[in-house]
Every structure is written in C-alpha cells, then in structure tokens.
C-alpha cells in the first residue's frame, strides 16, 4: 500500500519528432495519469513531471529527412504533445521540454559533479565514421544486425525488437542510415559513465524491491549480473547539450544521460514557477517521499540501473525510484505498432473521432501490464457499447432517472433490508479492494472489480 504521503509520478519523456501513438499512451500515460488521480482523491502530495525529449539521433534524422532545423521539428512536436496531453486529460504538473533553459543548467552541474568524482571520464574510442558522408555515425546514424535476435534493422543505441541497449559495435553488416555505405573505424575521444561502480550498490538497492514486477525485476538483475559497461554518454553531433569539460567543444552528451535527469530538473522548474525554490525537496530529498516511473519495457534499463546509477553518483541524498511498474506494448490487431510499415494509430487522428473516455476506458480494461495486449477495433467498440454504456452508464441513467422521478432529489435514508444490507457490504469491500489494486498499479484488475460491482447494481 501506498504510506508516504509525498508521490512522485515520472513519465518517460516522449521523442518530440513524431506525433504520439496509442502504444504510448497504454504504455505510460494513462497507467501514469490513473496512479496520480488514484494518489490525489486519497490525500497524497502528487508531484507528476515529464515533457518533449528534444535531443538526440531521433531530432536529428528527422529533421534531415524533412529539410529543416532540428529547433522547428521540436518546436512542432513539443507543441502537439503538449495539446494531446491536455486533451486526453493526463494531469501533469508540469510538462516541460529539454531545451528548457533550466534543464541544461542542471544536466551540466550534474555531468560536471560526476566529472570531479570521478564517475565520468575521458577514453580513447573508435567509432563509425562514414567516409562518404564524412561524419560520425552515433546511435541511429548507424543500422545492422542484431547480435542478440538477428534483427536487420537493429540501430546502434538499441534493438527494437528485443529491447536491448547496444554499442554500435556489436552491430553486424553495419551501414550508414544516411547514405548505406559500410562505415569504418576512426578514433575519437569520448567521456565514459562509470557504470561498472554501481553494481553493488545496484544490488544492494534492488534487494528490497520485491513489490516489482516480475518482469521489470528480472531484466534489471540479468543485466546487473551479466557485469555492466562503463558507457560513452558524449557524441560527435551537434544537436544536444554542450559538454561542461574543456577539449570537448564539438560534442555534445549523449540524449539518454540528459533526458532521465528531466525528472529531477522538470521537479525544480516546478518549483520555481510555483515561486518556492526549494519545494522540490520535499520529494526529492525525503526519505518517506515514493517516487514511481511509469515507462514502456525498452525503456526499464534507463530508469532501473542508468538513472539510479546518476542519482547515486551525484548526490546521496537524492531518491531513488521506489517502483517502475513498465509495461509490456500495446499491439495493433495482432501487429507491432510500426511507423515505417504505417501501423499505428496516431493520438491527434483518434481523439478528433472518438471521445477521450471511450478511448481510455478501452485501453484500461486491455493495459499491457503483464503481457502484449491488442487494439482490436470491433473489441473496442464492443467494450464501450456492452461495458461502458451497458454496465456503467446503465447504471448511473437508473440510479438518476429513478431518483428523479421520484423523489425530484436525493431522498432520505429509509429502514434497511437484507438486500440492501448486501449491496452496501458490497460497495465498502469493492472499494477497498479498488485501492489495494490501485495503490500496486494493478489497475486492470481495479476497473474489472469496478465493473463487477456496477453489474451487481443493475441487478439490485
Ligand atoms: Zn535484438
Ligand atoms: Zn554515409
């Protein structure tokens, strides 16, 4: 059960270089958006932050691809995003973006403390280079095959298909994204995070964390066990935030290292326009406070082992994630959402058509928590109409016609009789177990006992 009464909600931070898609928002959103709402009507102190990821590869590639600068593609897709969010009612306190002035001022104090303490270093690299573009290839500039799952189309950060974070040069058959020469080796200095110091304290603070899913759980041990790398978190790109350490003008920080430090960041901008500096602290340096990170499972090893791993490194002091309750994908009548094949189901199309809670009670009675759930449409039209409408809204059109009729307002209690001393019982044992299943984010099971209990209104 929830017991502290301070929360912190973090909502990984979406690419702004596309519109967002369903997949996103059964991934982290709306799972997200429920716990906050579940947190505030019981009395918790709810700080939940997220905003536009704005850096890296992704921004660079597609603003290429489109002709323009990386600065208009954010601008474009910070905007939409920020619409979206509000129509589909997820209830941020702030929903910021990390080309924020303040978001680079605190990404370069905490490279730069990691820096002095020696968590971050310089080392001699060979990366890709593509002669005939003449450029560094990093992340998504480079494609190949995965060495894990045999993947084609792996890009160099991270297969898609089986999730795993990867050095370009586990690629195979590597090729330019650009031009689909065969890049070669060149040297190139980078500044590596000292990941391989973290794994006993990793360790240490995974012991506890029994209430993880299980899945979220394994993976985060597999990778502790399987010893971790220290990783190159600067790039030869120009597009992200500058590195605070002389001799490395012409890079800038790898986007995965400055967009996990937005939760921190977005928390103190927060703060700040709320006109009390310190706030944040109250989440962020309380050792009752929780902090949850709501996130798909490509994402688990940023917000399980890079981010504690900085936090950590950086200050003692700071919390450490209490849950990370990732879910598994939202799958398209039976498919992977893809946006190169064209399947997807893009957020600003779907919520012109349909009303936003037909849309969100669908995706909540069919969440991915523990497994790949589908969008089927003739499922998702029957959920409304037999479940939503049938059950729920019948229920409510009852209760309110009848009274109305009736009575004209809410008439006073009568004498009791068994079957309303059952019903009753009913309702006091639903919502109880409602806020245990919420307070575990289980929250397919929480709307199912919900509607089980409107059925037995119905009858009643
Ligand atoms: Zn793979
Ligand atoms: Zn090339």
Redesign the pocket.
């Known amino acids: 059960m929830v017991s502290s009464d301070k929360i912190f909600i973090g909502v990984a931070w979406p690419y702004a270089n596309g519109s967002l898609h369903l997949g996103h928002l059964a991934g982290c959103y709306l799972p997200a958006d429920i716990f906050a709402r579940f947190c505030r009507m019981t009395g918790k102190d709810v700080l939940m932050v997220s905003g536009s990821d704005e850096h890296g590869t992704p921004i660079t590639i597609t603003a290429s691809n489109e002709g323009v600068s990386p600065k208009q593609i954010v601008d474009r897709y910070h905007r939409e995003h920020t619409e979206n969010m509000k129509t589909l009612g997820i209830s941020f306190d702030l929903f910021t973006r990390t080309t924020a002035e303040n978001h680079r001022r605190i990404v370069q104090e905490i490279f730069k403390t990691l820096y002095d303490k020696g968590y971050i270093y310089p080392r001699e690299d060979e990366a890709f280079y593509?002669e005939?573009?003449r450029?560094f290839?990093p992340d998504r500039y480079i494609e190949g095959t995965c060495p894990y799952c045999g993947n084609k189309n792996a890009r160099g950060d991270q297969c898609d298909e089986c999730g795993k974070l990867l050095d370009p040069k586990d690629l195979m058959d590597v090729r330019?994204k650009?031009?689909?020469?065969t890049?070669v080796l060149k040297k190139t200095k980078h500044m590596f995070f000292a990941l391989s110091k973290f794994e006993e304290k990793l360790l240490l603070w995974m012991r506890d964390k029994n209430h993880w899913r299980a899945n979220v759980k394994k993976f985060t041990e597999n990778w502790i066990k399987n010893g971790l790398k220290d990783r190159a978190i600067t790039r030869d790109i120009e597009w992200g935030i500058p590195v605070p350490v002389e001799g490395f003008e012409d890079k800038r920080i790898y986007v995965w290292f400055d967009a996990v430090i937005g939760y921190l960041s977005a928390s103190i901008q927060w703060a700040n326009e709320q006109k009390e500096p310190d706030k944040w602290q109250e989440w962020w340096k309380n050792k009752d406070a929780k902090h949850y990170y709501f996130l798909a499972k490509d994402n688990i090893p940023f917000h399980t082992i890079i981010w504690p791993s900085i936090l950590m490194g950086y200050d003692e002091n700071l919390a450490l994630p209490y849950d990370v309750p990732a879910n598994e994908y939202l799958r398209l009548e039976g498919e992977q959402f893809s946006k190169s094949r064209g399947l997807a189901i893009w957020i600003p199309d779907i919520i012109k058509k349909f009303d936003v809670d037909a849309i969100r009670y669908y995706l909540s009675i069919n969440m991915p928590e523990n497994r790949d759930s589908n969008w089927m449409w003739n499922d998702f039209v029957a959920k409304n109409n037999d479940e939503l409408l049938g059950i729920y809204g019948n229920l409510v059109h009852r209760v309110l016609t009848f009274t109305w009729k009736n009575f004209g307002k809410v008439p006073e209690q009568g004498e009791l009789d068994e079957d309303d001393r059952a019903i009753i019982k009913e309702i006091e044992k639903t919502s109880q177990e409602v806020a245990e299943y919420l307070s575990k984010c289980s929250f397919k099971k929480a709307l199912r006992s919900i509607m089980s209990l409107a059925q037995k209104g119905n009858v009643y």
């Not at 650009?178 to 020469?181: D, E, P, T, V």
């Open positions: 593509c005939h573009c450029r290839l330019c650009l031009c689909g020469n890049p």
